[in-house]
């Protein structure tokens, strides 16, 4: 049972446009959200986190969005740039719920940024 | 500022070996994970430790084991490698909430 889902495999976008990755969850323990962003041959790297007491994060060109009724949140990358083309990681956790931390991911969205 | 460091890149094992992955932070991170990546599937979490001598199991564990008996080492052990076990693995760190910290990975072929 995946309880964090990024239901598009890929995305393309052109240089300077946006572009706006999704995810859904469905264990509504989760109260910390997060996305990485993993380049080939590398480990996932923190990109922005957002808590459920928020509905919006920015962090330059990186804005990740809540919506907690729906379940779902996602990152919108204002202007896109190539070297943003990378897999984005989208997981959760739930701190409140004695977790220790631990994230749950999503299974990836390809990002593709063409000049 | 190494981050943290996994050791070896790359490894092919026969079924039947074993062989230990090591991961080693400079954080001073409490709180230290071990998961696999399966191709086009997300990170699948095997074994976490929450401090020096206190590991538990996560959503994989099974073929798997650790041991947790400083702050800055987390091994992780494949006792009798099997080829559902082929995947590349990352070792992560965390201090409470704050983002992980990944190592680049291993990624182990067992043939």
């Known amino acids: 049972d995946q309880q964090v889902k990024q239901n598009s495999p890929s995305l393309s976008v052109q240089e300077g446009r946006i572009s706006i990755l999704n995810c859904d969850y469905t264990?509504?323990?989760?109260?910390?959200f997060l996305w990485y962003k993993k380049y080939p041959a590398e480990g996932p790297t923190f990109l922005i986190s957002i808590s459920s007491i928020k509905d919006k994060n920015e962090d330059g060109r990186f804005t990740v969005f809540l919506n907690k009724s729906a379940k779902h949140l996602s990152l919108h990358i204002v202007p896109s740039q190539p070297g943003d083309s990378a897999v984005y990681f989208c997981?959760?956790?739930?701190?409140?719920?004695?977790?220790?931390?631990?994230?749950?991911f999503g299974k990836g969205t390809l990002l593709t940024v063409n000049p | 500022n190494a981050g943290v460091t996994q050791t070896p890149k790359f490894r092919i094992l026969k079924i039947g070996q074993s062989m230990t992955l090591q991961c080693t932070q400079d954080m001073n991170h409490n709180y230290m994970y071990w998961y696999r990546q399966d191709p086009g599937m997300g990170l699948k979490l095997i074994y976490y430790?929450?401090?020096?001598?206190?590991?538990d199991k996560g959503e994989v564990p099974n073929g798997y084991n650790v041991s947790r008996s400083t702050t800055e080492d987390f091994p992780l052990r494949l006792e009798l490698a099997a080829p559902s076990q082929t995947s590349v693995y990352f070792c992560?760190?965390?201090?409470?909430?704050?983002?992980?910290?990944f190592g680049s990975g291993t990624r182990l072929t067992v043939v």
């Open positions: 992560a760190s965390s201090y409470a909430s704050q983002g992980y910290t």
């Open positions: 264990n509504s323990m989760f109260d910390y």
């Open positions: 430790s929450v401090g020096a001598g206190i590991t």
């Open positions: 997981a959760a956790s739930s701190l409140s719920g004695g977790s220790n931390y631990k994230l749950t």
